[in-house]
C-alpha cells in the first residue's frame, strides 16, 4: 500500500536490513532524518505503525531518550496517521500536544499508532501512543493545517 501527503512523493519501501518491510520517505525533511530515521508500515489490520529505533544521538542526560526526540517522532506520526486515511495533502503542525507517561530506553523499537479524530477543509485532528516493547512512553495529540506548498528555496 502506497501512502502520500503531497502528489508525486511515496513513500519508499525499504528492501534490506531491520527496517525490511517497511517505507520511508525519499529524504524529503532533511530535520528528520536527522533526528531519526523515522520509518511506517501497515500491519495486518491495515493500520499504519510508525517505528523509530533512538540512538545515543537521541538520549538525554539521564540516559533515556530525550523528550524532543519523542516529540519529533510524534509529530513524524501525526503526518503518518493522516496521510494514511485521507487523500493527498500538504500541511504543517498547527498544535501539537504530549503527555509523557513513560521513559523510552535507547536502542530499543519505539512504535507509534493513532488515528484520525476529524478531518475538516483545513483542520486534522489526530491523536496517537508511542510505545516502547509494550509500554506507553507518550501520548499525543495534534492538529495539521493544510497549507498551499511553497516552492523549495537553497
Same mark, same amino acid.
Given at each position: 500500500?502506497?501512502?502520500?501527503?503531497?502528489?508525486?512523493?511515496?513513500?519508499?519501501?525499504?528492501?534490506?536490513?531491520?527496517?525490511?518491510?517497511?517505507?520511508?520517505?525519499?529524504?524529503?525533511?532533511?530535520?528528520?532524518?536527522?533526528?531519526?530515521?523515522?520509518?511506517?508500515?501497515?500491519?495486518?489490520?491495515?493500520?499504519?505503525?510508525?517505528?523509530? =529505533?533512538?540512538?545515543?544521538?537521541?538520549?538525554?542526560?539521564?540516559?533515556?531518550?530525550?523528550?524532543? &526526540?519523542?516529540?519529533?517522532?510524534?509529530?513524524?506520526?501525526?503526518?503518518?496517521?493522516? &496521510?494514511?486515511?485521507?487523500?493527498?495533502?500538504?500541511?504543517?503542525?498547527?498544535?501539537?500536544?504530549?503527555?509523557?507517561?513513560?521513559?523510552?530506553?535507547?536502542?530499543?523499537?519505539?512504535?507509534?499508532?493513532?488515528?484520525?479524530?476529524?478531518?475538516?477543509?483545513?483542520?486534522?485532528?489526530? =491523536?496517537?501512543?508511542?510505545?516502547?516493547?509494550?509500554?506507553?512512553?507518550?501520548?499525543?495529540?495534534?492538529?495539521?493545517?493544510?497549507?498551499? =506548498? =511553497?516552492?523549495?528555496?537553497?
Amino acid at each position: 500500500m502506497d501512502i502520500t501527503t503531497e502528489p508525486g512523493i511515496a513513500l519508499t519501501p525499504i528492501e534490506d536490513g531491520e527496517w525490511q518491510g517497511w517505507l520511508r520517505w525519499p529524504g524529503t525533511d532533511p530535520f528528520e532524518d536527522h533526528a531519526g530515521p523515522f520509518f511506517a508500515r501497515y500491519d495486518a489490520d491495515g493500520q499504519i505503525e510508525c517505528g523509530f =529505533r533512538p540512538e545515543a544521538k537521541n538520549r538525554n542526560g539521564g540516559g533515556n531518550v530525550h523528550g524532543g &526526540s519523542l516529540l519529533t517522532f510524534a509529530d513524524f506520526s501525526l503526518f503518518m496517521v493522516a &496521510s494514511a486515511v485521507l487523500p493527498a495533502f500538504h500541511g504543517v503542525t498547527a498544535t501539537l500536544n504530549a503527555e509523557f507517561v513513560g521513559a523510552a530506553v535507547p536502542g530499543r523499537l519505539l512504535t507509534a499508532r493513532g488515528e484520525v479524530v476529524k478531518a475538516g477543509r483545513s483542520l486534522i485532528f489526530v =491523536r496517537g501512543v508511542i510505545d516502547d516493547s509494550g509500554d506507553a512512553v507518550m501520548s499525543y495529540s495534534g492538529v495539521i493545517k493544510k497549507i498551499a =506548498r =511553497r516552492p523549495a528555496t537553497a
